[in-house]
């Protein structure tokens, strides 16, 4: 069975994802010689089991609740942000903190922060348990109401509908986050929020090359890389489902099954925020001894987009 190749770009990590895993990597590196001691990260850096693994192999801890670090040492907070009660137990521990938190996350969190202080309830449109929900909605946690779905949006209550806000997670679908956000306005017509939306670039820039993979150039089949916790690689995949194709998520070029790839002349292939390009260019291996005879890239827009990782010094 022959097939072509078509290769989303962009595709793989953001400005926010290289600088998070720089920040693990930099703490590593700046150890003191003949040093050992591990370097924590609370939560996983960012959502692949393949950074995560390589960086564990590196000597990074991952951890979820601050309470396991040991008092002192270096810890890393992930790119999906903290609450200000995680902030308190790291200084209470007398822990070196590094945040890598996503720039993008943190202006989220800056903006929750300035409504919350003019009196209004805000209302987070975002999925439960993400941690970049917990760390938002702990910003305010007496005037943040979680939004996840229309029905939702259809039925919150607010103290004065005179004073509402919204913010979204910044990995969400453009599609999901416009429609809820449109019901929150039919409701509230005096809210106030982010003209041009929370979603990230990366997100949105991602999101639209699958668009295109499917609706410009006939992807039957789309496979996204990423892992089953990340927000933004499931995004992918509900994208290009959408728009008509058959699509999977997988985390590495093994786990593609061939019955996936049964009738397809084109596959799209693309990788969510997290994943690294080696992962992408082992699947496109792996579609070549199935039956790929051509591998074309498909870019929509260039990125160049860069976020410093925050200043390191040696412990």
């Known amino acids: 069975m022959a097939f072509t190749v078509l290769l989303a770009a962009p595709r ?37 089991k393949v950074v995560v693994d390589d960086l564990r192999a590196r000597g990074a801890v991952f951890v979820e609740d601050t309470r396991e670090i040991p008092a002192g040492a270096t810890a890393v907070f992930s790119a999906h942000g903290i609450s200000p009660t995680v902030r308190k137990e790291a200084a209470a521990r007398g822990l070196m903190t590094l945040d890598a938190t996503c720039p993008l996350v943190s202006r989220v969190h800056a903006a929750v922060l300035r409504y919350a202080a003019r009196g209004y309830t805000i209302l987070f449109v975002g999925h439960a348990g993400h941690p970049e929900v ?24 607010v103290p004065d509908e005179g004073r509402v806000a919204y913010a979204t997670q910044t990995t969400l679908s453009l599609d999901d986050v416009a429609a809820i956000v ?7 017509p005096s809210m106030v929020g982010p003209e041009s939306g929370d979603v990230c670039y990366a997100t949105q820039n991602r999101q639209e090359a699958v668009l295109a993979l499917v609706s410009q150039h006939g992807a039957e089949v789309v496979l996204v890389l990423g892992s089953p916790n990340s927000s933004n690689s499931n995004r992918l995949r509900e994208v290009a489902e959408s728009a008509g194709a058959r699509a999977y998520l997988l985390g590495r ?51 160049d987009v860069f976020f410093a990782p925050p200043p390191v010094r040696r412990g």
């Open 182 to 188: 449109d019901t929150l306005r039919a409701r509230f």
């Open 253 to 303: 070029a093994d786990e593609l099954q061939a019955d996936w790839l049964a009738g397809a002349n084109r596959v799209g292939v693309s990788a969510g925020a997290s994943t690294p390009e080696h992962l992408v260019q082992g699947l496109v291996e792996r579609l070549r001894t199935l039956g790929a005879t051509d591998v074309q890239t498909v870019e929509t827009r260039v990125e």
């Open 12 to 48: 793989g990590f953001c400005a926010g994802v290289e600088r998070a895993i720089r920040t693990v990597e930099l703490a590593l590196d700046n150890r003191a010689p003949g040093d050992a001691r591990p370097v924590y990260v609370r939560h996983e850096i960012v959502h692949n």
């Open 134 to 157: 917990e760390g938002v909605m702990g910003e305010a946690p007496d005037q943040v109401r979680l939004i996840q779905t229309i029905a939702d949006a259809s039925r919150v209550e």
